[in-house]
């Protein structure tokens, strides 16, 4: 019973702004929506995170839909580096809540 | 930020021996710490949740008699796969503290 939908992979030219999309159609009220990326052969790094407001931080920001049932993560300015595969979570505020990753979406930046 | 250390990157063993994986919160004690697997071109999947002082708690198909979880101190939790097999080779990530800090991992290869 997935929680979110994403797009299996996407390109992007480096320079250019990537927009990575997430279905969450069932989120409920409380729930937050969490961003992390996974580069080739490490562990998860978090990105961002928001409950209904935009958010921008120094990595990416995050645009939330007023209904809060889809979003999307923007890298301003990808670079090659930014290539690797990008995980949309709902839950609840961090805390001891098991962290569950779906398929993600595999972002690969063109140079 | 929190810093979570994975010991050792990886490690290639003979099947039939047994093999341990360290996590340590470097700068901040952690009563609670996950354990992920994740086979080539697949998502995370937790495997358990380890607790301070207490039995760690597993996940529906994972084995616990095979997937030792020790967490003793607030700052070191170890998985230790026992009698491992090839279909055990993957590549393992703990993670701890209130924001869900990931370490590098651990790519067990069994030969």
């Known amino acids: 019973d997935a929680k979110t939908t994403q797009p299996p992979s996407m390109d992007c030219a480096e320079g250019r702004a990537a927009n990575l999309p997430c279905n969450h159609s069932t989120i409920s009220g409380n729930e937050y929506v969490y961003w992390y990326r996974q580069i080739h052969s490490q562990g998860p790094q978090y990105i961002i995170h928001?409950?209904?407001n935009n958010e921008t931080n120094e990595m990416a920001s995050l645009i939330i839909t007023e209904d809060r049932k889809s979003s999307t993560l923007i890298l301003p300015h990808a670079t090659l580096r930014d290539t690797a595969v990008y995980y949309c979570i709902v839950m609840f505020n961090f805390g001891n809540e098991k962290l569950t990753f779906g398929t993600g979406t595999r972002l690969t930046i063109i140079p | 930020g929190a810093v979570v250390s994975q010991h050792p990157s990886w490690v290639i063993c003979k099947s039939g021996t047994s093999v341990k994986i360290e996590c340590r919160s470097l700068?901040?004690?952690?009563?609670?710490m996950f354990w992920y697997r994740q086979f080539p071109k697949q998502s995370l999947m937790l495997m358990a949740t380890s607790n301070e002082g207490s039995k760690a708690t597993y996940e529906q198909g994972v084995e616990k008699d095979k997937f030792l979880i020790n967490h003793a101190s607030l700052t070191l939790s170890t998985l230790t796969v026992t009698s491992a097999h090839p279909e055990d080779s993957s590549f393992y990530i703990c993670?701890?503290?209130?924001?869900?800090?990931f370490g590098s991992g651990t790519r067990l290869t069994v030969v």
């Open positions: 928001g409950l209904k």
């Open positions: 993670s701890a503290g209130y924001d869900y800090t």
């Open positions: 700068d901040f004690q952690a009563t609670t």
